[in-house]
């Protein structure tokens, strides 16, 4: 069997667009054709397909946006025995096919640059005045140094009330200026 696929994400989406893909998809003589409006692909048309099935799509970014989610739906498929029809792309029967290698190249490349991006991003950042990298403190120092002097007199979670702390912030900062007391002795 033959399944055809259509995804649109919007309601209002183009009728031009929706019939040229109905077009297409009856050009590879689909036995049934499935509309749905929704972010991705849904599980249920994989359910819907058995070992030696064909899954017909008009391009990749009807299974979704992501490369890499659209690799593991289609290894899902092909771990099932169904084939994929990307008539952008090709058949795609099993992992060794041409179409699987050139997503798996392209999902490469893809994460490549979103890493070059982010390291690029970074440096430029690092730049600017005042950059601190990581997570940004909760606590200022000042609530800090005032809850380790309250455990003078009370107790860790007392003084975490008063301060507007964790007990679990005050024990981590104590142990951590023990640790450096001891190491200066």
């Known amino acids: 069997m033959t399944l055809g696929y ?6 209002d989406a183009d009728i031009l667009i929706k ?9 590879l003589n689909c036995d049934e054709i499935i509309e749905e409006q929704a972010q991705k692909i849904s599980n249920s048309v994989a359910d819907r397909l058995s070992c030696g099935d064909t899954l017909a799509i008009t391009n ?7 490369t890499g989610e659209n690799i593991e739906y289609i290894d899902g ?5 169904i084939n994929i029809n990307i008539l952008d792309l090709g058949l795609i029967k099993s992992k060794k096919s041409r179409a699987y290698e050139l997503l798996q ?26 950059f601190k990298e990581g997570r940004p403190r909760v606590y200022t120092e000042e609530q800090i140094a005032e809850g380790l002097k309250l455990l003078e007199n009370h107790s860790y ?14 024990n981590r900062e104590k142990k951590k200026r023990e640790k450096v007391m001891k190491e200066m002795d």
Request: proline share 0%.
């Open 19 to 27: 019939s040229e893909q109905f077009i297409k998809l009856g050009g």
């Open 60 to 66: 990749l970014n009807i299974l979704g946006k992501m």
């Open 77 to 81: 498929l092909l771990k099932k025995g």
């Open 157 to 170: 979670s007392e003084a975490a009330k008063i301060c507007g702390i964790s007990v679990a912030t005050l």
């Open 105 to 130: 190249i392209f999902y490469t490349y893809e994460k490549s640059c979103l890493k070059e991006r982010l390291l690029t991003a970074k440096k430029v950042a690092k730049q600017k005045e005042g």
């Open 6 to 11: 259509i995804r649109t994400v919007d309601i």
